[in-house]
Antibody, heavy 123, light 116 residues
Framework: EVQLVESGGGLVKPGGSLRLSCAAS????????MNWVRQAPGKGLEWVSS????????YYADSVKGRFTISRDNAKNSLYLQMNSLRAEDTAVYYC????????????????WGQGTLVTVSS | QPVLTQPPSSSASPGESARLTCTLP?????????IYWYQQKPGSPPRYLLY?????????GSGVPSRFSGSKDASANTGILLISGLQSEDEADYYC??????????FGGGTKLTVL
């Protein structure tokens, strides 16, 4: 059974840092690209970042570029999101999501999601 | 990144059909993109429903009933999620998504569907 379990959320002051983790199990983690998607309280979904299976390709939304860093450790079946210079608008539930794609990467789907971890940025 | 426009809310009665729309900005042609749809119920993560590019290029998520289908209205530059035979369990938030650059993802603002 595929499982994604996020951790590391909590309360942090503006300007602070936090590192989120996502522990994966039930599939060959090293074969899949992974993503972070966030959802502010009562708001919609926002794609945050993606990382390819071997970490060769990394992308960020404009809203977090330069502040957040995505990484992974395939030996530990884990995905990470280092969040620096946090702002109040970064307050959200952060989900990790497995990305499945076709051979040409023209179809990219988030087929499994974790339950999310809440990050609150407040003084 | 582009903005995908979804009506904040929609409602329909059980057994009826619901047509949820996702309008792309005018500088992005809906005909050129896969439109992905996700469903989210309160307290749960999103669930992938389907993608639609054309009638010959579409896909259903695992276990997603055939009552859920996609289409496009090119004249309105809009992607459409059609839910037929509405059931109470279909009450949820629905999000469209595209990959405008094949690297950066964009979600619509979501539509809250109420089954009356």
């Amino acid at each position: 059974e595929v499982q994604l379990v996020e951790s590391g959320g909590g309360l942090v002051k503006p300007g602070g840092s936090l590192r989120l983790s996502c522990a994966a199990s039930g599939f060959t983690f090293s074969s899949y690209s992974m993503n972070w998607v966030r959802q502010a309280p009562g708001k919609g979904l926002e794609w945050v970042s993606s990382i390819s299976s071997s970490s060769s390709y990394i992308y960020y939304a404009d809203s977090v570029k330069g502040r957040f860093t995505i990484s992974r450790d395939n030996a530990k079946n884990s995905l990470y999101l280092q969040m620096n210079s946090l702002r109040a608008e970064d307050t959200a539930v952060y989900y990790c999501a497995r990305e499945v794609r076709d051979e040409m990467a023209t179809i990219k789907v988030f087929d499994y999601w974790g339950q999310g971890t809440l990050v609150t940025v407040s003084s | 990144q582009p903005v995908l426009t979804q009506p904040p809310s929609s409602s329909a009665s059980p057994g009826e059909s619901a047509r949820l729309t996702c309008t792309l900005p005018s500088d992005i042609n809906v005909g050129s993109y896969n439109i992905y749809w996700y469903q989210q119920k309160p307290g749960s993560p999103p669930r992938y429903l389907l993608y639609y590019y054309s009638d010959s290029d579409k896909g259903q998520g695992s276990g997603v009933p055939s009552r859920f289908s996609g289409s496009k209205d090119a004249s309105a530059n809009t992607g459409i999620l059609l839910i037929s035979g509405l059931q109470s369990e279909d009450e949820a938030d629905y999000y469209c998504m595209i990959w405008p650059s094949n690297a950066l993802g964009v979600f619509g603002g979501g539509t809250k569907l109420t089954v009356l």
